[in-house]
């Protein structure tokens, strides 16, 4: 028990702290620009700026985001708990709500006014903290008591804020004591105490079947567009064709496709919502809406607010849906909590109470959750050792179960008309229900089966027969990760985790297999003995310290000495072995003992596999046999634990078996094998063999196509169309193929609606003809664009060691002339946050790869440039190798490398008004890679000094000057 402060203590009030304000100053030199507590502004250099955010009680906007910019590549001390973090503060007192990790975004998330000089943002910090404690001392805010608790416990473990958050919480903190005065020491952390329950209710019926006709689609368009928008030829055009999806299917098997590229800017989110909400509404079902950025979840979020404008009429019918490894579970946080009441990391987790008991869904990664926190709960899990991974739920053995955000979000799923998922999620629960169908027997009623996307069964309402993927482009490498398997270290370690617990790892969940299904099977002999057998089997499987032992020359256990001579093999073969890249080999000719230590370990499987069949047969047959007199709450985690233990004894362990026994022998046609040493930053973390399908569209068409009513595929970039196809009907073949269309019985509706906008006036695209492959020179280029655009420009690479040398060379130059560089890979938050902050900054550049290419969403002025450093060819690895035989050769490269460009050029302009520059700086793009850009925006090759003045001259609103591709 904790005494409670006095509550005539000094400072009853809310209380700003005596301290400093630091933001970071601007110029080549680094350092900041410090505001004291009486308005005095002081220029700081570097040194003496990082070494009060090191010693002394100073406030700012994310201490390490802080400390990096100002020491602009300095080594510095990571700053202590002293330091005044205005995020922590605003997480505390707005849980839940947006805030960018900037003192831009700090001003606008409280809507206060600040310059964009550094001493304007400086003196604003003072005010956002009053602000802030102001709002925290209002007895009307909600939750005063509980917060009062959490604040408490965070004061205890030193939290900077932790006495002016206490001076305003002070009243409600007497409220919320004893009548001795003091406050157990587990609560302000018990969100569990707090939360609602969930409830379940009666299955619904399965859905109708009624169609959608052009113009109801295009009435109900009309209606969520509004009477005041502009006409959208286009997005009308669109909405009554993607009403096909939604017509009745005549014969199994053959569902009715539509496939459609909708050009940037005809508004296909609203496009395929009128006739999908129209549907669901009539039929009393649900569609799922799949896309594959968390961005578009994002704004498929906002556009929905349209459909149900009512917030409480949008929590019931719209659900955004993902995997359970995406949401708090309250039992890992319930132990983190322990921990922090023992000493561990209280602020962490307090903030994390406030989160959750605010949350909309208990959603971390993506969600409401502050991307920014993740950093702060320590280890290498992060966030991830709060969610929950690889079926350690306990179901209902959880003593939080009827408070569980992932139970949760499945119930609300079944009732929901439409459901916002993402790519990954679809497809492996698909697979998964095509498989466990056949390996199991028919699922419990929907409000006794289990719930979570590992071992759910859709029933009912939640079976998904309507689908509309957005961002279809993807479909093809998301069913390349979703049906493949790997054989690796870390899976296999991951599973005899499963089994055996955490054997004494720290950090980890020791729940093994006895303890989630021991009690179940008690009593049973038959079971128990299986029970002994598979922990005894699991043995084989990789045991903590498998990397040491590997590294050492010293694998212990079957699947240790697999992985040691599959090391052996990669390092003896793969090329370029002395660099930190991951390495790859091919798995025949197998070395000298790999073949017959794959027989070991496929023999050990089977033992395993053997055992667990048995557990699982036995919980069935007391399903069965038990059916009147057990209880809903055994029934759901006998039916779940069964799920669980099938799903690896008939899919993922004879998946491995199948891919030992090909080695020496031959490889299925339709698969691709390789052996592989995964590095990070050069030191190794994984070591496996790899298992993928040379069409990853083939299972994606039989598990997810062929048993659907009506699908709609749709993006701005499906095709690749050559230069000499017209623009409506070449490219199809392309399409069809990376969706796997071409593997239904019946062919797709197809239709293009191109891009309303003018490229022609709004766009100009640069290929620079005199830079080279030196860094410096690369790097000289990207400065110089940079400052042409005077901002608003994004840099995307291929390779992250060429970002980080060209960041290294031009972060401070472009900060001398007023522009700040942000960079993936570099800056440390995630890149969806990197994304906002640039988006947010009209004098920002960005930094990135692949994932920015793919997510950017930045329409206006923010993003007025893209440099791109090299033509983006697909890697070379064993995988691209096999593909590019079954799909073209030479021309397979070509298509993959436009749909590149064609996707990066997509992120330039997004409105009717937007204007924008596309650099290629390699001067050896080749011209039939040109399709790739829309007509009318013509490809000039100039030096690069031509690039910067005619970049400079169209963003200022001149014509340019330079001739069209082949002129001088």
């Known amino acids: 028990m904790a005494d409670i402060p006095p509550h005539d203590s000094p400072g009853s009030g809310p209380m700003l702290p005596d301290a400093v304000a630091l933001v970071p100053a601007r110029g080549a030199g680094g350092g900041a620009v410090a505001v004291s507590p009486d308005g005095e502004i002081e220029e700081l250099s570097a040194d003496r700026a990082l070494t009060l955010i090191e010693r002394e009680p100073v406030m700012l906007v994310h201490a390490g985001f802080t400390a990096r910019r100002i020491a602009r590549g300095r080594a510095f001390r990571e700053a202590g708990p002293h330091v005044l973090d205005l995020l922590e503060l605003f997480a505390f007192v707005r849980p839940a709500e947006p805030c960018l990790p900037t003192p831009e975004g700090l001003a606008r998330a409280l809507g206060l006014d600040v310059g964009e000089a550094p001493e304007d943002q400086a003196m604003m910090l003072r005010e956002a903290a009053a602000t802030l404690l102001r709002q925290l001392h209002d007895p009307r805010l909600p939750g005063r008591p509980f917060a009062a608790r959490t604040a408490f416990r965070m004061a205890q473990a030193g939290w900077a804020w932790g006495p002016g958050v206490m001076a305003a919480l002070r009243d409600a903190l007497r409220g919320a004591a004893g009548r001795d005065g003091t406050l157990p020491a587990t609560r302000g952390f018990d969100i569990w105490n707090e939360l609602p329950d969930w409830e379940d209710r009666a299955p619904l019926p399965p859905a109708g079947s009624l169609p959608v006709s052009v113009a109801e689609a295009q009435a109900r368009l009309a209606e969520l567009a509004g009477a005041d928008a502009e006409a959208r030829p286009g997005q009308v055009a669109f909405a009554g064709l993607a009403s096909a999806a939604f017509a009745p299917r005549e014969r199994a098997g053959e569902p009715h496709v539509v496939l459609a590229e909708a050009g940037t800017g005809i508004g296909k989110t609203i496009g395929y919502v009128a006739p999908a909400s129209l549907w669901a509404e009539r039929n009393k079902g649900t569609v799922w809406i799949s896309t594959y950025t968390k961005n578009l979840q994002r704004q498929l979020d906002q556009e929905l607010t349209r459909l149900y404008p009512d917030p409480a009429e949008k929590a019931e019918k719209a659900v955004i849906r993902k995997g359970r490894e995406n949401y708090l579970c309250l039992l890992n946080f319930a132990e983190m909590a322990d921990r922090a009441a023992l000493g561990g990391n209280a602020v962490a987790v307090g903030l994390i109470a406030r989160w959750a008991m605010a949350s909309r869904d208990g959603d971390m990664v993506g969600g ?24 350690e739920c306990v179901y209902t053995a959880c003593p939080h179960y ?89 899976e296999a370690a991951e599973l005899r985790r499963w089994i055996r617990g ?90 000298s003992g790999l073949a017959e230590a794959a027989q070991v370990l496929d023999e050990a499987l089977s033992h395993l596999v053997r055992a667990l069949r048995v557990i699982a047969d036995r919980l069935r047959a007391r399903l069965d046999e038990e059916a009147e007199d057990l209880d809903t709450a055994t029934r759901i985690r006998m039916d779940a634990a069964a799920r669980g233990i099938e799903r690896r004894a008939g899919v993922l362990i004879p998946a491995w078996q199948s891919m030992l026994k090909s080695l020496g022998g031959t490889t299925p046609e339709i698969f691709v094998d390789w052996f592989s040493v995964e590095r990070l930053s050069g030191r190794e973390i994984d070591v496996g063999m790899h298992r993928h399908w040379r069409d990853p569209t083939i299972p994606f068409a039989g598990a997810v196509l062929e048993p659907a009513h009506g699908v709609l595929i749709t993006s701005a970039t499906l095709r690749d169309q050559l230069p000499d196809e017209d623009i409506a009907e070449g490219g199809w073949e392309s399409a069809e193929i990376r969706t796997g269309i071409s593997h239904l019985a019946l062919p797709a509706k197809r239709a293009f609606m191109g891009s309303p906008f003018d490229y022609a006036a709004q766009a100009r695209i640069f290929v620079v003809r005199d830079v080279g492959r030196d860094m410096d020179a690369v790097a000289a280029a990207y400065r110089e664009l940079f400052r042409a655009a005077d901002g608003g420009a994004l840099g995307l690479f291929t390779a992250i060691h060429r970002l980080r040398a060209v960041h290294e060379r031009i972060a401070a130059p472009l900060e001398e002339s007023g522009l700040t560089l942000y960079a993936q890979h570099v800056d440390q938050l995630d890149t969806g946050t990197l994304v906002d902050i640039f988006r947010a900054e009209r004098h920002a550049c960005l930094l990135g790869t692949d994932a920015v290419r793919d997510g950017v969403d930045v329409p206006g002025d923010s993003l007025r440039m893209i440099v791109f450093d090299r033509v983006p060819w697909p890697r070379p690895d064993i995988l691209h190798k096999a593909r590019r035989e079954l799909f073209g050769k030479a021309r397979y490269d070509d298509m993959l490398t436009r749909l590149r460009l064609k996707q990066a050029f997509g992120r330039l302009i997004r409105r009717a008004s937007d204007r924008g520059v596309f650099v290629m700086l390699d001067s050896r793009l080749p011209t039939r890679l040109t399709s790739a850009f829309p007509p009318g925006a013509e490809v000039h090759r100039v030096g690069l000094a031509e690039a910067i003045a005619e970049s400079r001259r169209f963003l200022a609103g001149e014509a340019a000057l330079a001739g069209p591709e082949g002129s001088p």
């Not at 409401?368 to 079926?391: I, K, N």
């Not at 990954?424 to 629960?429: G, S, T």
């Not at 032992?549 to 000495?561: F, H, I, M, V």
């Open 368 to 391: 409401d959750f502050p991307a920014w926190l993740a950093a702060r709960l320590g280890g290498t899990t992060g966030r991830t050792g709060l969610t929950d991974r690889r079926g």
């Open 402 to 490: 009827r408070k569980c955000f992932i139970e949760r979000a499945i119930r609300k799923a079944r009732r929901a008309e439409i459901v916002v998922a993402n790519h990954a999620l679809v497809m492996r629960q698909a697979a998964l229900d095509q498989t466990m169908g056949v390996l199991t027997k028919p699922a419990q009623p929907a409000e006794d089966a289990s719930g979570g996307a590992e071992d759910e069964v859709p029933s009912g309402r939640e079976a998904r027969t309507r689908f509309v993927f957005d961002e279809g482009h993807h479909i093809f490498d998301a069913a390349d990760s979703a049906f493949s398997t790997s054989l690796s270290a870390l």
């Open 502 to 591: 955490a054997e004494g790892q720290r950090g980890r969940r020791g729940r093994g297999l006895e303890e989630r299904v021991g009690d179940l099977v008690a009593g049973d002999k038959l079971a128990e003995e299986a029970l002994a057998a598979a922990l005894s089997a699991a043995s084989a499987l990789p045991a903590p310290g498998w990397t040491t032992r590997l590294n050492d020359g010293q694998p212990r256990g079957a699947a240790e000495k697999f992985l040691a001579l599959v090391r052996q093999q990669v390092h003896a073969r793969a090329e370029e072995t002395g660099n930190a890249f991951s390495l790859e080999t091919e798995t025949e000719p197998p070395v």
